[in-house]
Nanobody, 114 residues
Framework: VQLQASGGGLVQPGGSLRLSCAASGSIFSSNIMGWYRQVPEKQRELVAV???????NYAGSVKGRFTISRDNAKNTVYLQMNSVKPEDTAVYFC?????????WGQGTLVTVSS
């Protein structure tokens, strides 16, 4: 499975940004797609994930501000980031899990700064 993420960049505090990640390859009908993020010298942390059935899990720090969605027909997951804060600055990694395998995208940098 290959993951292609896009949508990172510079955004002002309070602004919005949308990340996309498309999966390709041998994909089964049941999987989990989502986003993690990492800043230097810290562990990668969950942002939001979503199953093919629509079950979601969000980090407490982004609940109410970020929304994850997906298009199963396109094997694509989106992360709508609203009301962003400087502490949302990180490299965001797309994540894909099916059966016992986990895959990571290349990471896209999101910088929240005025």
């Amino acid at each position: 499975v290959q993951l292609q993420a896009s949508g990172g960049g510079l955004v002002q505090p309070g602004g919005s940004l949308r990340l996309s990640c498309a999966a390709s390859g041998s994909i089964f009908s049941s999987n989990i797609m989502g986003w993690y993020r990492q800043v230097p010298e810290k562990q990668r942390e969950l942002v939001a994930v979503m199953t093919t059935g629509g079950i979601t899990n969000y980090a407490g720090s982004v609940k109410g501000r970020f929304t994850i969605s997906r298009d199963n027909a396109k094997n694509t997951v989106y992360l709508q980031m609203n009301s962003v804060k400087p502490e949302d600055t990180a490299v965001y990694f797309c994540n894909f899990i099916q059966r016992t395998s986990t895959y990571w995208g290349q990471g896209t940098l999101v910088t929240v700064s005025s």
